[in-house]
Structures are given as structure tokens and as C-alpha cells.
């Protein structure tokens, strides 16, 4: 199996350690622009194949995308990271031409990969990647719902003094500071609601945090976080991959669902080895519906304004 990572950054680096380390996959494509960074951020890699273990083999390239060819997911985290004060919508106007050209010289070497966008803004760039490619849009997938869910049950453990482990948790919407609703109402400790374990002050506290959980970390490191979101890639890949059926909140496109259409947004997928085996309706209550609403509306207006980007 073979997964080819565009951008070979922090987090493009990241999860290109954390997939082969946990042999997720045989081969790793690193490809950067940059003259030499994805060749050297790769023999980097290799060499701790002994002392981590793997077997898994590490390449890079400066830009050959026929190094890429069959490769059954890519994973697209090219264009700038978000600096201290800077939004992730902010990045549109750079990232939209970054993204379609990525997009693009993908399909040229890869028949129909599984796309998993990462490039902010994550939604409206994966909605430009489905829209600029025309493949199945149960194929072209945003990692963020991954990410933001495991920033919420990092501060719902805090918050609880408990493991992650026992935790089931999930945010939905778009991916974004303002956008992204933390499903308190649904959230679980070893199967007992976290309302019965948290004041309801304490778990506003815990929402309020996972939503400025990635400006939080840009401000405290000058730049976007890495670590986890490079984590979350290997953990949506893995699921493909290894067609493991996991429940895992992405952006992807709705067709009807949540009575939405033509809009690339978070919602909990059974994610297997087709992309999007299926998206999970959630029983919103009347509060989460409005949140949600706005939630797409706000997406929706980031859209708009490709056309004058791209």
C-alpha cells in the first residue's frame, strides 16, 4: 500500500513517521517544492527504521509527481501554516491555486486515489480539490473533524483528571475557530455522559478551549501545531487503509444529509477502504441544528469566493 504526501512540512513530516512507523503503510512519498527538503526530511526518516522497528520505505522528491503513481491515498497538506493572530480563512487566497495545481498534478500519475485534504481553509479546500478533480466525492476527505475531536477529549481528560482512552467525544461543523461545534450533548466517559460527570460551567470552559484549541497552540509555538494533526492524517489513513470502518468525524461532501447539498462540511463517516462508506446522521436537537446551520452558512460564504482565487 502506498501513500503519497504533498508537502513535506511539520505535519506532511509527521504523519509521514507516523504511518510508517506503525507500518500503515509499505511506501511513503514525501514531495515538496522546495529544492531537497522532502529528500532529506525522508533519509531523515529512514534512519530511524532501526531503532523504531518499521519496514516501511520512506521517499522524497523535489516535485516529480510520477514518483507518486499508484497510489491509493494522497494526502494534500501543501500551502502556508496559519501565523500568531491569523485565521484559517485568511489562507484562502493562497492556498486556493496551491491546492487545485496539487489537485491536478495528482490525476495526472494516480487514476483514483483516495484524496485527504489538509490544506486550511480545510473544508473549502477540500470542497476546490472535489470540484477541480471530479472524482467520486467519497473519495476526496478533510481531515479536520479528526483533529478537532482529539483536541476536545484532550481538554474533556483534563478537565475530568480521566484517560483519553474511556473517552467518546466528537466535534462537527466546519473546521475553523468560530465554525466547529464540540458535541458536548453526545460526549461519553466509559458510556456515562460527561453532564453527569462535569458542571455545565466546566464543560462551556472545555467548548470554549477545543475551539481555539489550533490558535491557542499558533500563538504558544508561532506557528500552525504539527504533532497532532500529523497523528490525526496516520489515523484517517490507517482507517482506509486497512478498511478499518472507523467512525471518524470529516469534511466531506452532502448530498441531502443534515438537509444540506453541494457543501464539503464535518460530519461523523464510517471511513473504510472505498473513502466514505457512509455518514452518520446525528439526531441534532433544535439548538445544534442552528449551530450547524450557521456553521454551513459560514463554509458556504468561504466558497463563494473561490472563483475570484482560483
Known sequence: MKVTIVGAGNVGATAADVIASKGIADHVVLLDIKDGFAEGKALDLMQTATTKGFDSIITGTTGDYSLTKDSDVVVITSGIPR??????????GINANIVKDVSSSILKYNKEPIIVMVSNPMDTMTYLSLKSTGLNPKKVIGMGGALDSSRFK????LALNKPQKGLDAMVIGGHGDTTMIPMHRFAKYNDEPISKLLSNDKISEVVKSTMV???TL???LGTSAWYAPGSSIA???DSILNDKKKIIPCSVLLDGEYNHSDICIGVPCIIGKNGVDEIIELDLNESELVEFNKSVDAVRLMNSTLSSHT
Open 154 to 157: 484532550t481538554y474533556l481528560s
Open 213 to 215: 484549541g489550533g490558535a
Open 218 to 220: 499558533t500563538k504558544l
Open 235 to 237: 489515523y484517517l489513513v
Open 83 to 92: 501565523k500568531p493572530g491569523m485565521t484559517r480563512e485568511e489562507l484562502i
